[in-house]
């Protein structure tokens, strides 16, 4: 299982090179289920595997001046906000034990992975449904308070499970500032980068890091990265990004039903 974990590992990569989001999603189950990982020690792991993929990833993106500074401090400060609270106060406050369902024993690691899982399904209907049409200005709108709860939320999705929150990023970029797609995905993989490694950093102290695994892990991830950059240049991300959303979608219902019905 683990040779397949370090292949899956490598198309973490490609798909925050090819598309700017998607790969963090992969990150959890990855660990979780091809390393065993701890699901709650998962989500540390996958804050500086995403975080530091994203962040080599980027720098394509800047020298090619397709990431917007001035949205990605916009953006990115509430979210950081809400990953410090999330990471500190909001996941160590979740008990071992939930609750009892009947027979079914709720515990904290089936219910950060069903979480998961519903955001995997609704991740896939972004990646699956059309894009709107790309706009042709660099600049943004003016910010509004809504940019600011999508920041809010995207903190503490990343903060819980460990995901940069790619597929809530983009729509917003582009949705709500008007920003080239090209321009949102360079925009968004720095704000992954800030938000997860921020949210790592957080989380020092309180759980153990065997670095020389996450080290390995993190370095095939940015091999990844790097074939996902440069396909991008071949191919559009966009043809892709349905594929790999209906590949979210068929893990997410996995997920569902391997923790619930399957415990």
């Known amino acids: 299982m683990e040779l397949t974990g370090?292949?899956?590992?490598?198309?973490?990569?490609?798909?925050?090179?090819?598309?700017?989001?998607?790969?963090?999603?992969l990150t959890v189950p990855v660990l979780v289920y091809l390393f065993a990982v701890d699901t709650v020690l998962a989500t540390t792991y996958s804050l500086f595997v995403v975080g530091s993929t994203s962040l080599i990833?980027?720098?394509s993106y800047f020298k090619k001046g397709l990431i917007?500074?001035?949205?990605?401090?916009?953006?990115?400060?509430?979210?950081?906000?809400?990953?410090?609270?999330?990471?500190?106060?909001?996941?160590?406050?979740?008990?071992?034990?939930?609750?009892?369902?009947?027979?079914?024993?709720?515990?904290?690691?089936?219910?950060?992975m069903v979480f998961f899982a519903i955001l995997m399904v609704f991740a896939s209907y972004s990646m699956i449904k059309k894009d709107c049409k790309e706009q042709s200005s660099n600049e943004p709108n003016k910010p509004n308070f809504y940019i600011i709860l999508q920041g809010l939320m995207v903190g503490i999705v990343t903060g819980l499970i460990g995901a940069g929150g790619g597929f809530l990023i983009i729509p917003a970029l582009v949705n709500l500032l008007k920003l080239p797609i090209?321009?949102?995905?360079g925009t968004s993989l720095i704000i992954i980068a800030v938000n997860s490694?921020?949210?790592?950093?957080?989380?020092?102290?309180?759980?153990?890091?065997?670095?020389?695994?996450?080290?390995?892990?993190?370095?095939?991830?940015?091999?990844?990265?790097f074939i996902g950059t440069y396909l991008s240049t071949k191919i559009e991300g966009k043809k892709l990004k349905p594929a790999f959303g209906w590949f979210v979608l068929i893990m997410g219902v996995y997920i569902l039903i391997k923790e619930t019905l399957l415990k």
């Not at 370090?6 to 999603?25: T, V």
């Not at 809400?82 to 909001?90: E, G, H, N, P």
């Not at 090209?182 to 995905?185: F, P, S």
Request: charged share 10%; proline share 4%; no cysteine.
């Open 6 to 25: 370090y292949l899956a590992s490598i198309l973490i990569g490609i798909s925050l090179g090819l598309i700017g989001g998607g790969g963090s999603i």
């Open 57 to 59: 990833g980027s720098f």
């Open 68 to 112: 917007n500074i001035k949205t990605a401090l916009f953006f990115g400060v509430p979210s950081i906000i809400a990953v410090f609270l999330t990471r500190q106060y909001i996941l160590p406050a979740i008990p071992e034990h939930v609750m009892n369902i009947g027979n079914f024993e709720l515990s904290r690691s089936i219910l950060l």
């Open 182 to 185: 090209k321009t949102a995905i």
């Open 197 to 225: 490694l921020m949210g790592f950093s957080f989380s020092l102290g309180h759980y153990p890091i065997e670095w020389k695994f996450l080290l390995t892990v993190t370095l095939i991830a940015i091999v990844g990265i």
